[in-house]
């Protein structure tokens, strides 16, 4: 009983770690149906998405820090770590954003048609870090 007691704990709490670590907060405008396609993606792949609506993405981006290089048309924050998620970014490569601190952000720049919210991944989208190196092909 001790044994099943134990576990239920276990992954009890490795749950609980997890859904905590995969809360995020994007910002969106609110005409915007290719940013509502990418939520729906990131909750579908478990994570729990807040939604904010707002029609002044330029000074969230500002406030935030995201190069304006890099911008694309929706920014996620991790309430947990800050680190920033701008535009299309495949689940994989948030994941990978998220295991690694020393990175403040991964941006798919712009809004390319090969990305979640946009189309299918054909293995050729790159993201890239915000000092401009690439960070994964997908």
């Not at 535009?87 to 798919?108: M, Q, T, Y």
Request: net charge positive.
């Amino acid at each position: 009983m001790r044994v099943w007691l134990a576990a239920f704990w276990l992954i009890t709490a490795t749950s609980l770690a997890h859904a905590k670590s995969g809360v995020i907060t994007v910002y969106q405008d609110p005409n915007c149906g290719c940013c509502s396609g990418w939520v729906d993606y990131m909750r579908d792949a478990g994570f729990m998405v807040k939604a904010v609506k707002t029609a002044d993405m330029a000074s969230v981006k500002r406030r935030l820090g995201v190069p304006m290089s890099l911008a694309s048309c929706h920014t996620g924050v991790s309430e947990t770590t800050g680190q920033l998620v701008e535009g299309h970014v495949p689940e994989n490569v948030v994941r990978k954003l998220l295991a690694d601190a020393s990175v403040k952000g991964v941006s798919a720049p712009g809004m390319p048609l090969n990305a979640p919210g946009m189309g299918a991944l054909d293995g050729n989208l790159i993201t890239v870090d915000f000092n401009g190196k690439p960070f994964s092909r997908d």
